[in-house]
């Protein structure tokens, strides 16, 4: 691994990373190999978890595509100096922020999303003209030796490179000095990879997690919201970051809700064997998750058969803080239900948690929404939908407090991967001498003028 690195670092050094053509060159290597391994890694997918074809393209290769297409049309623009006003004192001058490669990255990947969470960025770290290791999760094998291959086939060593290992091997990993890490997982982890970053003074971004919550006012369009919230809650099995991870729903409107769901449930048929819906990814998960749950106050699903590692979707009901499934993100499909009386009242619940990855309102009055939006803070989210806030590569994906630090997605990406510096160029043809000495009441009255 120290070799990896070192390869890096002299491919870095070398500055074959840096020019508009070798980024670009890069981004049509990405989209050359993912294209030509896109069969091979859907297998691996489905190998894993038995994800399918059509949720393997949707939540794994759809926006790792656009967000090359986005790179490649965007990097010459991304690439200019960035010109600002210069303030009076500098006269004459002219100011401009320029961007420049962070420069050798290590990007480790989660399980959950294993092509897309480890591969989104590496476009990003190519584009901005870095070198980077990827390390996949060991947690999906089978993909993990999908995208070695592929990676490691199509581009220099010193460039980009897919290094597999266990807990182990990334404790080795961190002990490099980085000029950046990328990790993407668990808020505990994170705080380990936050610990052996700090070692060297390395940057980092941290895309974790949190109990995200969804709440349902009484204006809500309560058949769409259990809809979307159905849909985005139970995607890949609920282990997504964003899915909604707990519901506040106003006690008026709570019979209904849960009605609607159900019925959404049903009529989806999440049942096991079904090509829309995967397994959760091991026996171990599979085993917290089962734990959380309570069969008291399971109010819909519940099933589960460990041997295929499926956990139907669940609802409970009657669920409080006290309660294990509030007590950690579930990342899993089960969804717990709490009524409120006011929002102020939902509000101060949410509180008491950790800042979440994402929130999500249900509501059709502006006041409901804006109040929600404004009185909370989370990374990002939506109004009347749940996830699709992802789908937008013009908004900046990321946590705050627990829930992560920094952002990427499209121009965010950019920026991700860069250092952003500032220059100030200065004009010869005149030097003003309020700055030089000898200094004195006259001088500093002028510069007081020019100042206040």
């Known amino acids: 691994m120290a070799s990896f690195h070192e390869q890096q670092r002299?491919?870095?050094d070398s500055g074959l990373s840096l020019?508009?053509?070798?980024?670009?060159?890069?981004?049509?290597?990405?989209?050359?190999?993912?294209?030509?391994?896109?069969?091979?890694?859907?297998?691996?997918?489905?190998?894993?978890?038995?994800?399918?074809?059509?949720?393997?393209?949707?939540?794994?290769?759809?926006?790792?595509?656009?967000?090359?297409r986005r790179a490649k049309k965007n990097l010459k623009k991304w690439m200019r100096p960035q010109r600002v006003r210069t303030n009076w004192?500098?006269?004459p001058a002219s100011s401009a922020i320029l961007r420049e490669p962070l420069g050798v990255n290590l990007i480790i990947g989660a399980w959950n999303y294993p092509v897309l969470l480890l591969l989104q960025p590496a476009v990003s770290a190519l584009a901005a003209g870095n070198t980077a290791v990827?390390?996949?999760?060991?947690?999906?094998?089978?993909?993990a030796n999908v995208l070695q291959q592929m990676i490691n086939t199509s581009f220099d060593p010193g460039h980009l490179v897919v290094v597999q290992g266990d807990a182990k091997a990334t404790q080795k990993l961190l002990s490099h000095k980085w000029d950046h890490i990328f990790y993407t997982g668990s808020t505990q982890v994170g705080k380990i990879i936050y610990q052996a970053a700090a070692s060297n003074l390395t940057p980092v971004t941290l895309e974790l997690g949190g109990k995200?919550?969804?709440?349902?006012?009484?204006t809500a369009n309560i058949a769409l919201t259990a809809k979307r919230?159905?849909?985005?809650?139970?995607?890949?099995?609920?282990?997504?970051?964003?899915?909604?991870?707990?519901?506040?729903?106003?006690e008026s409107v709570s019979e209904a809700f849960l009605?609607?769901?159900?019925?959404?449930?049903?009529?989806s048929n999440y049942a096991l064997g079904q090509r829309h819906y995967c397994q959760i990814i091991n026996e171990r998960h599979f085993d917290r998750l089962t734990a959380l749950m309570d069969e008291e106050k399971i109010f819909f699903g519940g099933q589960s058969d460990r041997s295929q590692r499926f956990i139907a979707p669940t609802i409970m009901v009657d669920v409080t803080l006290k309660d294990a499934v509030m007590r950690e993100e579930i990342f899993g499909p089960i969804l717990p239900v709490m009524t409120y009386v006011d929002v102020d009242q939902a509000l101060e619940l949410i509180k008491t948690l950790e800042k979440p990855l994402a929130a999500y309102v249900f509501s059709t009055d502006p006041k409901e929404y804006t109040k929600v939006l404004s009185e909370l803070s989370f990374g990002g989210g939506a109004v009347n939908d749940v996830v699709m806030h992802l789908s937008n590569p013009h908004l900046p994906f990321g946590g705050v407090g627990h829930s992560g630090i920094g952002a990427y997605h499209g121009k965010h990406g950019m920026d991700c991967f860069s250092h952003r510096?500032?220059?100030?160029?200065?004009?010869?043809?005149?030097?003003?001498?309020?700055?030089?000495?000898?200094?004195?009441?006259?001088?500093?009255?002028?510069?007081?003028?020019i100042m206040k």
Not at 134 to 143: D, G, H, Y
């Open 134 to 143: 990827l390390k996949p999760s060991e947690n999906a094998p089978a993909v």
């Open 212 to 218: 995200s919550p969804a709440v349902i006012t009484p």
């Open 89 to 91: 004192i500098n006269w």
């Open 10 to 12: 002299a491919f870095f």
């Open 229 to 250: 919230l159905i849909w985005g809650k139970f995607l890949n099995a609920g282990q997504t970051c964003v899915a909604p991870d707990y519901v506040l729903v106003h």
């Open 259 to 267: 009605q609607a769901c159900v019925a959404e449930l049903k009529q």
């Open 19 to 68: 020019s508009f053509s070798a980024r670009m060159q890069a981004l049509q290597q990405f989209d050359q190999a993912l294209r030509t391994y896109e069969e091979r890694i859907v297998a691996a997918l489905y190998e894993d978890f038995q994800k399918s074809e059509f949720e393997s393209f949707t939540t794994e290769f759809s926006m790792l595509y656009e967000e090359i």
């Open 421 to 449: 510096k500032s220059i100030l160029y200065k004009k010869n043809w005149f030097e003003a001498p309020l700055k030089y000495p000898p200094l004195g009441p006259k001088k500093l009255k002028w510069i007081k003028r």
